[in-house]
């Protein structure tokens, strides 16, 4: 049974910093995995989807990359702000495409 | 291009009642999914549909039925709501290609007394 774990659970970091959330997953045979943010009370936004055959993917200040025979993703923040304050997800796609997801890292970006 | 939409945003039930929710969408989507997310649990798949006329469970289908008349909308019905099914709805929906992304409606704030 695939299990999706994301550490840490919570993260405070002064703006500007460079940060790093990690995304493991339990069976390696996936074909994409996906980065969603959630902001509170509101529905899930896709920032971004790796396919297996890709290492990494990139969106503005945001870049993911994707290690499948270790089971691991990270997803990476440059310069972070204030407006990047949110829940992220990671999601991995299950049979007839539903999603698997980690409990998600609380982020906190401090002015 | 509304994408997903979900009705109702916010809802309060007392134990026994019943309701449906919906969820719409106008992407012309063949899968579409319901699920929960609960404070410590994630997200979790209710029930799912991947085509008109067809449903099917997902992890946690109890006490939920779905029905998909139409390819547009898929719904979920609360027959006997329990406290256990306070929770925030959440419907997405898929094209079914690998290169493609969920797409997800805002929620629904469902409160069982």
């Known amino acids: 049974k695939q299990e999706v774990t994301q550490i840490p659970a919570a993260l405070s970091v002064p703006e500007g910093e460079n940060l790093v959330l990690n995304c493991s997953f339990t069976?390696?045979?996936?074909?994409?995995l996906q980065w969603f943010r959630q902001d509170p009370g509101k529905g899930l936004t896709s920032l971004l989807l790796?396919?297996?055959?890709?290492r990494e993917q990139t969106s503005g200040r945001l870049n993911a990359s994707l290690d499948k025979s270790s089971g691991r993703s990270t997803l990476y923040i440059a310069a972070s702000q204030p407006g990047d304050s949110a829940t992220y997800l990671c999601?991995?796609?299950?049979?007839?495409?539903?999603?698997?997801f980690g409990q998600g890292t609380t982020l906190q970006v401090k002015p | 291009n509304a994408g997903v939409t979900q009705t109702p945003k916010f809802r309060v039930l007392k134990t026994g009642q019943s309701m449906t929710l919906l969820c719409a969408q106008d992407?012309?989507?063949?899968?579409m999914y319901w699920y929960r997310q609960d404070p410590g649990m994630g997200l979790r798949l209710i029930h799912y549909?991947?085509?008109?006329?067809?449903?099917a469970k997902g992890e946690v289908p109890d006490g939920y039925n779905v029905s998909r008349l139409k390819k547009q909308n898929f719904l979920l019905g609360l027959e006997s709501a329990a406290p256990s099914q306070t929770s925030v709805y959440f419907c997405?929906?898929?094209?079914?290609?690998?290169?493609?992304?969920?797409?997800f409606g805002p929620g629904t704030r469902l409160t069982v007394l």
């Open positions: 999601a991995v796609p299950g049979n007839t495409g539903k999603l698997i």
């Open positions: 069976d390696s045979a996936i074909y994409n």
């Open positions: 790796i396919q297996s055959s890709q």
């Open positions: 992407m012309n989507h063949e899968y």
């Open positions: 549909s991947v085509g008109e006329g067809t449903t």
């Open positions: 997405a929906s898929f094209e079914g290609r690998r290169t493609d992304t969920q797409y």
